[in-house]
T-cell receptor, first 113, second 112 residues
Framework: NAGVTQTPKFQVLKTGQSMTLQCAQD?????MSWYRQDPGMGLRLIHY???????DQGEVPNGYNVSRSTTEDFPLRLLSAAPSQTSVYFC????????????FGEGSWLTVV | QQQVKQSPQSLIVQKGGIPIINCAYE??????FPWYQQFPGKGPALLIA?????SEKKEGRFTISFNKSAKQFSLHIMDSQPGDSATYFC???????????FGTGTSLTVIP
């Protein structure tokens, strides 16, 4: 049972490049989300999805796109990378709505130069 | 606007001490308050959680104290060990959906 799997673990991008962070879960969870973690800022929600075909914005969605074509996968796309997007990104999933444990992946360290 | 305010930012205690991390919230719609533990290079993992119908919950050496009227909750770690050194996040969620709001984190160091 792999849980929540994120790739890549580390990535360096040049300003203006685009890339996709991959996230997959094998727990058949309906809810998936992406957070970014920055020093002193905690974990901030970027985008989330309550099921296949449904996505919505979180606190800090600008510069990011998501899609949810299957229950298992929830990729995060950086459209035109900026140094302000240098961060650690965590994908998470949970089985249903409020009050359930959310399970995090191990993180993707992104540096934009 | 920070939905959940956490303090202190960092904490250093001796082995056996009882570190206390505090969190406060404003939104009375929140009804689930988990604490997450994160080790370097890893994702956060659920440690313990509480709902507002109880004032305290204990799991092993970890205790959450909850004060509904003050809209505050705290994490106590009894008999702390060097292996407890990690970053701790409080969080809150409510009936607005699956959005969890996290505190800014507390870096705990337990000195042997």
């Amino acid at each position: 049972n792999a849980g929540v799997t994120q790739t890549p673990k580390f990535q360096v991008l040049k300003t203006g490049q685009s890339m996709t962070l991959q996230c997959a879960q094998d727990m058949n969870h309906e809810y998936m989300s992406w957070y970014r973690q920055d020093p002193g800022m905690g974990l901030r929600l970027i985008h989330y999805s309550v099921g296949a075909g449904i996505t919505d914005q979180g606190e800090v969605p600008n510069g990011y796109n998501v899609s949810r074509s299957t229950t298992e996968d929830f990729p995060l796309r950086l459209l035109s990378a900026a140094p302000s997007q240098t961060s650690v990104y965590f994908c998470a999933s949970s089985p249903t709505t409020t009050g359930n444990t959310i399970y995090f992946g191990e993180g993707s360290w992104l540096t934009v130069v | 606007q920070q939905q959940v305010k956490q303090s202190p930012q960092s904490l250093i205690v001796q082995k056996g001490g009882i570190p206390i991390i505090n969190c406060a919230y404003e939104n009375t719609a929140f009804d689930y308050f988990p604490w997450y533990q994160q080790f370097p290079g890893k994702g956060p993992a659920l440690l313990i959680a509480i709902r507002p119908d109880v004032s305290e919950k204990k799991e092993g050496r970890f205790t959450i104290s909850f004060n509904k009227s003050a809209k505050q909750f705290s994490l106590h770690i009894m008999d702390s060990q060097p292996g407890d050194s990690a970053t701790y996040f409080c969080a809150a969620s409510g009936d607005t959906g699956n959005q969890f709001y996290f505190g800014t984190g507390t870096s705990l160091t337990v000195i042997p």
